[in-house]
C-alpha cells in the first residue's frame, strides 16, 4: 500500500481527497494545523470510510516539525499538499504571513521529500494563475498573468518553485491541478466546507444566507459581460476534484506522467453566472432567497471557465457530478451543521 502525506487533509478539498485516496487503496497521513478546520472532519472521514487517517497535528512552515513527521512515518512515497492560507482580501492585508505560511510549506515539503526519498507531489493550484484570460475557454497553455493579490501569487511562485526542484531533483515528479470553482459537500453529509467567521465565497454565503445566518446575500455586480450582468466562474462538485487527486497521484505512481511538472485544469469546463447559481440553488432547496445587487468586488475577475479536455485526455478525468447535485449538498451540508 503506498503512503500518501496530505496536508491540509482536515479542510474542506483535503478531507474530501482522504475519502477518496482511502476508497482507491492509499495509506494516508494527515497533517493540519487546524488553523482554517477542525479535527471534527477527521470523524466525518473515519465515518464515511470505516477507518481512521494517522493525523499529525503540525505546521508545515515549520520545518523542524515537519522534519520530526518524516521521521515518525517513513516510507512516504507521495504528498498531496493542499495546506495553505486562502482568503485573498486577507492576503492583501496580510502579505508577509502568506508568503511566509505558502512559501514556507512548500519549501519544507520538497526540501524532505529530497532528503527521505518520496517521488511524488500533486500541487493544489489555482485558476488564479491565469487572472482574466483573453480567451475562454482557459487552456493549460495560455498565459500567466501577474498575481491579483499575494495569494494568487504564492499560487504561481509555488509552481515555479516546484518547477526549479524537479528539474534539479529527478526522483521528484509533480503534477500541478488549477481548480477552478470547487463547491458542494460529500454526499453523506458528514463533511463540508467550514469557513471561518463571515465566508468569502458564494455557495457558503448563499447556504448561510438560506438559514437565516446572514440576511442578505450580496451580488458583486451586474455590470460585467454576461447574460445577465453577473460574474462568471466555472463551478464543480468538491468529490470530483477530489476524485481529480487520485488520478493524479495514480498517473505519477504508474510512471505515466509526460514531464516532470504537469499541470491540468480542473473545472467542469462551462460558465456560469451569479444568477444562475442563486436559480439553480433556489430551485433545489426549495428556498426563496433574499438577496441584492451590490458594486463589484475588488480584484474579482469579470470571466473564466476551463477547457478540461488535457485533463480528459491525460489524465482520464472529467467531472460528472451536476450542478444540481454539488448544490444539494453543500445545502444539507448546511442544514446538518445547523441541526436543521
Ligand atoms: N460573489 C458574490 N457574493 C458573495 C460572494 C461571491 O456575488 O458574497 C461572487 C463573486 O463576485 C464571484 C463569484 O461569486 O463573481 C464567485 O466568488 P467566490 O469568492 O466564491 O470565488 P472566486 O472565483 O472569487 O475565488 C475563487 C477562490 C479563490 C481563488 C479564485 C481564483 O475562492 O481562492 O477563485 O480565481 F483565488
Given at each position: 500500500?503506498?503512503?500518501?502525506?496530505?496536508?491540509?487533509?482536515?479542510?474542506?478539498?483535503?478531507?474530501?481527497t482522504v475519502v477518496e485516496l482511502i476508497t482507491a487503496g492509499y495509506e494516508v497521513v494527515i497533517v493540519?494545523?487546524?488553523?482554517?478546520?477542525?479535527?471534527?472532519?477527521?470523524?466525518?472521514?473515519?465515518?464515511?470510510?470505516?477507518?481512521?487517517?494517522?493525523?499529525?497535528?503540525?505546521?508545515?512552515?515549520?520545518?523542524?516539525?515537519?522534519?520530526?513527521?518524516?521521521?515518525?512515518?517513513?516510507?512516504?512515497?507521495?504528498?498531496?499538499?493542499?495546506?495553505?492560507?486562502?482568503?485573498?482580501?486577507?492576503?492583501?492585508?496580510?502579505?508577509?504571513?502568506?508568503?511566509?505560511?505558502?512559501?514556507?510549506?512548500?519549501?519544507?515539503?520538497?526540501?524532505?521529500?529530497?532528503?527521505?526519498?518520496?517521488?511524488?507531489?500533486?500541487?493544489?493550484?489555482?485558476?488564479?494563475?491565469?487572472?482574466?484570460?483573453?480567451?475562454?475557454?482557459?487552456?493549460?497553455?495560455?498565459?500567466?498573468?501577474?498575481?491579483?493579490?499575494?495569494?494568487?501569487?504564492?499560487?504561481?511562485?509555488?509552481?515555479?518553485?516546484?518547477?526549479?526542484?524537479?528539474?534539479?531533483?529527478?526522483?521528484?515528479?509533480?503534477?500541478?491541478?488549477?481548480?477552478?470553482?470547487?463547491?458542494?459537500?460529500?454526499?453523506?453529509?458528514?463533511?463540508?466546507?467550514?469557513?471561518?467567521?463571515?465566508?468569502?465565497?458564494?455557495?457558503?454565503?448563499?447556504?448561510?444566507?438560506?438559514?437565516?445566518?446572514?440576511?442578505?446575500?450580496?451580488?458583486?455586480?451586474?455590470?460585467?459581460?454576461?447574460?445577465?450582468?453577473?460574474?462568471?466562474?466555472?463551478?464543480?462538485?468538491?468529490?470530483?476534484?477530489?476524485?481529480?487527486?487520485?488520478?493524479?497521484?495514480?498517473?505519477?505512481?504508474?510512471?505515466?506522467?509526460?514531464?516532470?511538472?504537469?499541470?491540468?485544469?480542473?473545472?467542469?469546463?462551462?460558465?456560469?453566472?451569479?444568477?444562475?447559481?442563486?436559480?439553480?440553488?433556489?430551485?433545489?432547496?426549495?428556498?426563496?432567497?433574499?438577496?441584492?445587487?451590490?458594486?463589484?468586488?475588488?480584484?474579482?475577475?469579470?470571466?473564466?471557465?476551463?477547457?478540461?479536455?488535457?485533463?480528459?485526455?491525460?489524465?482520464?478525468?472529467?467531472a460528472v457530478s451536476t450542478l444540481e447535485d454539488a448544490l444539494l449538498t453543500a445545502w444539507n451540508w448546511?442544514?446538518?451543521?445547523?441541526?436543521?
Amino acid at each position: 500500500m503506498s503512503k500518501v502525506l496530505v496536508t491540509g487533509g482536515a479542510g474542506y478539498i483535503g478531507s474530501h481527497t482522504v475519502v477518496e485516496l482511502i476508497t482507491a487503496g492509499y495509506e494516508v497521513v494527515i497533517v493540519d494545523n487546524f488553523s482554517n478546520s477542525n479535527p471534527g472532519s477527521v470523524d466525518g472521514i473515519e465515518r464515511i470510510v470505516g477507518r481512521r487517517p494517522a493525523l499529525v497535528e503540525a505546521d508545515c512552515s515549520d520545518y523542524a516539525q515537519m522534519l520530526q513527521l518524516f521521521k515518525d512515518h517513513s516510507g512516504i512515497d507521495g504528498i498531496i499538499h493542499f495546506a495553505a492560507l486562502k482568503a485573498v482580501g486577507e492576503s492583501v492585508v496580510k502579505p508577509l504571513e502568506y508568503y511566509r505560511n505558502n512559501m514556507l510549506s512548500i519549501i519544507n515539503l520538497l526540501s524532505l521529500m529530497k532528503d527521505f526519498g518520496g517521488k511524488h507531489f500533486v500541487f493544489s493550484s489555482s485558476c488564479t494563475v491565469y487572472g482574466q484570460p483573453d480567451i475562454l475557454p482557459v487552456t493549460e497553455t495560455s498565459p500567466l498573468k501577474p498575481a491579483m493579490s499575494p495569494y494568487g501569487n504564492t499560487k504561481k511562485v509555488g509552481e515555479e518553485i516546484i518547477r526549479d526542484t524537479v528539474l534539479a531533483v529527478p526522483s521528484i515528479s509533480a503534477i500541478a491541478l488549477r481548480y477552478f470553482n470547487p463547491i458542494g459537500a460529500h454526499p453523506s453529509a458528514l463533511i463540508g466546507e467550514l469557513p471561518q467567521g463571515k465566508p468569502d465565497n458564494l455557495i457558503p454565503f448563499i447556504t448561510q444566507t438560506a438559514v437565516g445566518i446572514r440576511p442578505v446575500l450580496q451580488i458583486f455586480g451586474n455590470d460585467y459581460d454576461s447574460s445577465d450582468g453577473t460574474a462568471i466562474r466555472d463551478y464543480f462538485h468538491v468529490v470530483d476534484l477530489a476524485k481529480a487527486h487520485v488520478f493524479a497521484l495514480d498517473r505519477l505512481f504508474k510512471g505515466n506522467n509526460r514531464k516532470p511538472l504537469e499541470f491540468f485544469n480542473i473545472g467542469a469546463g462551462k460558465g456560469i453566472t451569479v444568477l444562475e447559481i442563486v436559480k439553480a440553488f433556489e430551485k433545489v432547496s426549495g428556498v426563496k432567497l433574499n438577496y441584492e445587487i451590490v458594486g463589484r468586488r475588488a480584484g474579482d475577475i469579470e470571466k473564466v471557465w476551463a477547457d478540461t479536455r488535457l485533463a480528459e485526455s491525460e489524465l482520464g478525468w472529467k467531472a460528472v457530478s451536476t450542478l444540481e447535485d454539488a448544490l444539494l449538498t453543500a445545502w444539507n451540508w448546511e442544514k446538518r451543521l445547523r441541526g436543521l
